[in-house]
């Protein structure tokens, strides 16, 4: 079973203000990402089975939405105030900007794994893969260039609000772009090659980024 809780105002290291329960799923409809449009009034989760919870309120109410989409969902962004981009399988991304009641499937690369896709600023996006290729969107995904091609499986990318971003894989890898990752180059500095960065965050002025068996801060 899951839980969905939401923060009612930003964390901060002097104290963390208590979690709110919104929202109990049925074991079924496990949820997996969440994203937040940017005003802040639309949110959405996504899960098992193409299920989604959708809200209009600020995260206050909820609503089901079963798509009959059975592709894996594991990360959603919002491209704009309504619109929603979910990458699935097969290097594909579904748009949406009317709460799935209707979608387009955009194919990004056939022959490539899509593993993140976070929103840059209004229509634009980033994704990242596991042939460790970085792609971006500048007209809401529907189309697509790579950006950087690397290596190694990326599994994570995170935006700062001053348009830096950051994205993490295997063998320690992160990259680093300070343009709204128009460019991208490698860190000096990295994790050992037997790290897996799973997740990367800005918090503050600090980066983190979190492995399958430690936690780094940067």
């Given amino acids: 079973m899951v839980v969905l809780c939401m923060i009612c105002h930003a964390p901060s290291f002097s104290g963390q203000p208590p979690w709110k329960l919104l929202l109990t799923y049925p074991r079924e409809c496990g949820q997996m990402a969440a994203a937040t449009s940017p005003d802040g009034r639309h949110a959405v989760t996504i899960g098992w089975w193409g299920s989604m919870y959708f809200s209009r309120d600020s995260g206050k109410t909820w609503k089901l939405k079963q798509t009959g989409i059975f592709e894996p969902f594991e990360s959603v962004a919002y491209y704009s105030e309504t619109g929603i981009a979910i990458p699935v399988s097969n290097g594909a991304v579904l748009l949406s900007d009317d709460e ?98 799973l997740l990367a965050a800005f918090v503050r002025d600090s980066i983190w980024m979190i492995a399958g068996d430690t936690t780094y801060l940067a």
């Fill in 100 to 197: 799935f009641q209707t979608w387009t499937r955009v194919t990004v690369d056939a022959s490539d794994s899509l593993t993140r896709l976070r929103r840059v600023k209004h229509n634009t996006l980033l994704c990242v893969s596991r042939d460790g290729v970085v792609y971006r969107s500048s007209d809401g995904g529907r189309n697509w260039s790579a950006v950087y091609r690397g290596t190694t499986p990326l599994y994570d990318v995170a935006v700062s609000r001053d348009g830096r971003a950051i994205a993490v894989g295997s063998r320690g890898t992160v990259l680093m772009s300070r343009d709204t990752g128009v460019t991208w180059t490698p860190t000096p500095g990295r994790g050992p090659d037997t790290i897996r960065l």
